[in-house]
């Protein structure tokens, strides 16, 4: 089955303590995104990847850290988690990052910096 | 990036035709429109998308002014499980990585 998967799909965690949120596509797709969802903000995007080891920054982030050393893998790295990034954080993939591409959505992954 | 404004809420009743509106005033030539939906507890997933002509596929209609400064997502016959958060979003060719995603329309669907 195509799919995106996230792991972990809930996590609580404390504040200065680095995690990574794992994201995997089976699609082979080029473009890979991450995204943050928060009450009253919408879906910001945070970082974006058109292909393997081409990365770029998107609308917040400040805090993140992303690699793209495979197709099939977009890892979210927080090297201090602080409160505010306190989130709901989803991951996309897309065959390519064209303006015609249909993204792809994991279940998303929810953060709690205690 | 040219952005999108969307009504927060709408109601409908079950089988009746619902017409979510979206404006997108400062559009440019390469923008493309593209709707995407959120089920509770879920991630997006794409509805439709189209640039200038009115575009239709199993879920939907998309119907583009003809200035394309406004669209409207058109869901046939409601069913409860069309109740989620619509997105409408421009992606344009040149930043074609980079999406944002407002706060959408939240539909409720009333049996």
């Known amino acids: 089955e195509a799919q995106v998967t996230q792991n972990p799909r809930y996590l609580i965690t404390v504040t200065g303590k680095k995690l990574t949120v794992t994201c995997s596509q089976n699609m082979n797709h080029e473009y890979m995104s991450w995204y943050r969802q928060d009450p009253g903000l919408g879906l910001r995007q945070i970082y974006y990847s058109m292909n393997v080891e081409v990365t770029d920054k998107g609308d917040v982030p400040e805090g993140y850290k992303v690699s793209r050393k495979e197709k099939r893998n977009f890892p979210l790295i927080l090297e201090s988690p602080s409160p505010n990034q306190t989130s709901l954080y989803f991951c996309?993939?897309?065959?390519?990052?064209?303006?015609?591409?249909?993204?792809?959505f994991g279940e998303g992954s929810r953060l709690t910096v205690l | 990036d040219a952005k999108t404004t969307q009504p927060n809420s709408m109601e409908s009743n079950e089988e009746e035709p619902v017409h979510l509106p979206c404006n997108h005033s400062t559009i440019s030539g390469t923008d493309y429109i593209h709707w995407y939906r959120q089920l509770p507890s879920q991630g997006p997933e794409y509805v439709i998308h189209g640039l200038t002509s009115n575009v239709n596929n199993r879920m939907a209609s998309l119907a583009i002014a003809e200035d394309r400064k406004s669209s409207t997502l058109i869901l046939h016959r409601a069913t409860l499980r069309d109740a989620a958060v619509y997105y409408c979003i421009l992606r344009d060719v040149p930043n074609a990585g980079k999406s944002t995603f407002g706060d959408g329309t939240t539909l409720t669907v009333k049996p």
């Open positions: 996309a993939s897309s065959l390519r990052g064209i303006s015609t591409g249909e993204l792809f």
